[in-house]
């Protein structure tokens, strides 16, 4: 019990002396979402703590003040969470629906089998696999395609949405921006995939207690996060599931089928 009280005063120390908020868990009345970032900000009282009425400029301050993501960019995302479940104030529990923010194949969560359920604990299984499938001390782009691979499979034969495809790609991005150790690399300068590394033990940390890890050198980026910062990071997300796969390298998504055959063809000559 001290020891869980000394870490406990560790956090909090090192929140004061960072100038974060500290950290406190969900009590029982406390509502959450499907997504760790939303939770982690309602659990540092970023966001109302209660995780109730919460507006679109809400989410987009919280954002911004936190991880440094483009207020603007992360209003829009709100507004549409806000059009999509008619309301002018959402509740985090709002989001854990079809069509809003829930999807199937999610990095942390089980898919939902009954639509009117408001369980939006995290899979411990699920974060595990995550954490396991880089065989180095990050998360990376591959390992990341590794996992939303097997998750993908384990949806099957569902499918996603190509908008629930995006967001599931999104979210995938935002993990390795979010805890990248050191600063992120600008989407205009076309970062190579190897470029981002989130370390396990970060990474691991915030999606099981949804709290940032200042005493695990977490800290939010240093310049403003925009949309195009999501660009390369995606992209290598998504090549790299296509090659684990086997299926080629991007390019051939986009050239017909007996086209691919005869450059194939063509090129073995």
């Keep these: 019990m001290a020891s869980k009280i000394a870490i406990a005063s560790l956090i909090a120390l090192s929140a004061a002396s960072e100038g974060l908020r500290p950290w406190e868990a969900p009590g029982p009345d406390d509502l959450r979402s499907p997504c760790p970032m939303l939770n982690t900000l309602a659990n540092h009282g970023y966001l109302p703590h209660n995780g109730r009425n919460i507006s679109a400029q809400q989410f987009a301050d919280a954002a911004l003040e936190v991880v440094n993501i483009d207020g603007m960019a992360i209003k829009q995302v709100a507004n549409y969470f806000l059009r999509a479940a008619n309301?002018?104030?959402?509740?985090?529990?709002?989001?854990?629906?079809?069509?809003?923010?829930q999807h199937i194949a999610s990095l942390t969560r089980d898919d939902v089998k009954d639509p009117d359920s408001v369980d939006v604990s995290a899979s411990q299984d699920r974060i595990h696999h995550l954490?396991?499938?880089?065989?180095?001390?990050?998360?990376?782009?591959?390992?990341?395609?590794?996992?939303?691979?097997?998750?993908?499979?384990?949806?099957?034969?569902?499918?996603?949405?190509?908008?629930?495809?995006?967001?599931?790609?999104?979210?995938?991005?935002?993990?390795?921006?979010?805890?990248?150790?050191?600063?992120?690399?600008?989407?205009?300068?076309?970062?190579?995939a190897t470029a981002y590394c989130a370390p396990k033990k970060r990474v691991e940390t915030w999606l099981t207690e949804e709290r940032f890890p200042e005493?695990?050198?977490?800290?939010k980026s240093e310049r403003t996060l925009g949309l195009v910062?999501?660009?390369p990071v995606i992209k290598g997300i998504f090549e790299e599931k296509r090659l684990q796969a086997g299926k080629g390298p991007l390019w051939k998504s986009f050239i017909p089928s007996f086209l691919q055959q005869e450059t194939d063809t063509n090129s073995e000559l």
């Design 131 to 192: 954490i396991q499938d880089s065989d180095t001390d990050c998360i990376t782009v591959a390992s990341l395609a590794k996992t939303r691979l097997h998750v993908e499979d384990l949806s099957s034969p569902q499918e996603l949405t190509v908008k629930e495809q995006s967001l599931a790609y999104v979210e995938a991005g935002l993990l390795l921006l979010v805890m990248n150790d050191g600063p992120v690399p600008s989407g205009w300068s076309f970062p190579p």
């Design 215 to 219: 005493e695990l050198g977490w800290k």
């Design 87 to 101: 309301q002018s104030f959402i509740d985090l529990t709002d989001l854990n629906r079809p069509g809003i923010l």
């Design 229 to 231: 910062d999501f660009v």
